[in-house]
């Protein structure tokens, strides 16, 4: 009776304690919450790295750029999944959208949300107007289910805005650019507000900083990148692999597709590491800090970052994540393969930097005498250990994906589909 009623607490089936720990402390934020600064993230650098060319002008990114534009949509869609997995009643989600009030952090996430979403969807309309046109009147007059149902999907997204003289399509790029300018720091404020969320809990030792938004913001810069860099050299080789392999025509050749382009991924790669040294920094400022402060938390503190978590923190975080990446792209002759392993790294790294703050700032009790340790669920066996084991994890990890990948269908986002 007592074991089916303490399964029943939201987080016992995954927690373990150890020493002296309250009786109703569990690890109530697991791998949905580590996922959400995650995706938000996500959305944030990658929609940074479209702006480096749309307001600064980096002519070299502009293939990349309208690539990473899309994706940062896509991730836009997955970014509130992780909550809404993770609530108990994940029907009242909505009302934070509709509610807004602006002394709540939370409710300050749907006001942003909804801003951002709109700024997004307004650039890429303007960006991808004047194809939609071209292609809609392309597809005049071809029979078909496919091509009608593409024709109307295209007079449906230019609204009846059919106008491509030189004039509209100036009117259009300037709109883009102050789009993007506007965007910039309402996607940094979008994923700043998770890190705000963690850095104003006062209860928590771990996670109450001040730097904990900017740090949040830097390694959302960073992990956005290095997945749009990442999906970019994934998708422009298996394209060029496509039109190998093919047995007949496959409309263009393997030359001419060329696979991913080692000059726009060396240019991209060099804000990585701009980035990575910002994120860095950051985050060792804080480490030394909260060690030079020596707060009555830190023994406790110190024992889980330096012996608990020692390697999920700095092997797996600072060394794995962060410096063998860091050395992989300062290193002269990059190609294309050290990069998509660098990428998967850094990913890695800003992944466990989430899972750190997440899971690490619950290890140790309110006692601070004692200790909880995350088992991750592997097998559901029920909703609960489905939405916060590794398969829930992993259906947030593919959606936005899968979104892209229809998105891709009708705006191409690349030079070659």
């Not at 569990?26 to 790295?49: E, K, N, R």
Request: net charge positive; with cysteine.
């Amino acid at each position: 009776m007592v074991e089916s009623a303490a399964s029943a607490i939201h987080g016992a089936e995954w927690t373990i304690k150890e020493l002296f720990v309250y009786p109703n402390e569990f690890i109530y934020w697991s791998i949905q919450i580590v996922m959400y600064p995650l995706m938000t993230g996500l959305v944030a650098g990658a929609f940074v790295l479209s702006s480096l060319y749309h307001v600064f002008k980096q002519e070299d990114l502009k293939d990349i750029a309208k690539f990473s534009l899309i994706f940062s949509f896509a991730l836009l869609f997955a970014a509130p999944m992780p909550l809404m997995f993770h609530l108990q009643q994940p029907q009242r989600g909505i009302q934070v959208f509709f509610t807004p009030h602006f002394t709540s952090a939370i409710s300050a996430f749907g006001i942003v949300f909804f801003t951002y979403y709109i700024i997004v969807a307004c650039e890429i309309w303007f960006v991808y107007r004047e194809f939609a046109v071209k292609q809609m009147k392309a597809l005049e007059g071809k029979e078909g289910f496919g091509n009608s149902l593409l024709r109307a999907i295209y007079r449906v997204f230019s609204l009846g805005v059919h106008d491509i003289s030189e004039q509209a399509l100036h009117r259009d790029h300037k709109a883009v650019t102050i789009l993007a300018g506007i965007g910039i720091p309402v996607a940094c404020f979008l994923h700043g507000y998770a890190g705000f969320i963690f850095g104003s809990v006062k209860a928590n030792a771990l996670w109450m900083t001040p730097l904990m938004p900017v740090i949040f913001i830097m390694s959302a810069i960073v992990s956005g990148i290095a997945l749009c860099i990442l999906t970019y050299i994934i998708i422009m080789e298996w394209q060029k692999y496509r039109a190998k392999s093919a047995r007949r025509a496959w409309g263009m050749s393997a030359e001419e597709i060329g696979g991913a382009e080692i000059d726009v991924i060396r240019k991209t790669s060099k804000y990585l590491v701009g980035f990575m040294i910002a994120a860095i920094t950051l985050e060792l400022l804080d480490l030394v800090f909260r060690g030079y402060t020596s707060l009555k938390s830190w023994d406790i503190l110190r024992s889980v970052i330096y012996g608990k978590d020692f390697v999920n923190i700095f092997i797996l975080q600072y060394t794995l994540g962060n410096l063998v990446p860091f050395l992989m792209l300062v290193i002269p002759g990059l190609t294309v393969r050290r990069t998509a392993v660098a990428t998967m790294l850094v990913l890695l790294g800003v992944f466990m930097m989430r899972y750190n703050v997440v899971i690490g700032g619950q290890a140790f009790s309110l006692t601070f005498a004692g200790y909880m340790h995350y088992h991750l669920p592997i097998i559901p066996h029920s909703i609960d250990t489905y939405k916060e084991g590794l398969f829930g994890a992993l259906t947030i990890a593919v959606m936005p994906f899968v979104l892209f990948y229809w998105i891709n269908k009708a705006l191409p986002t690349l030079r070659y589909k």
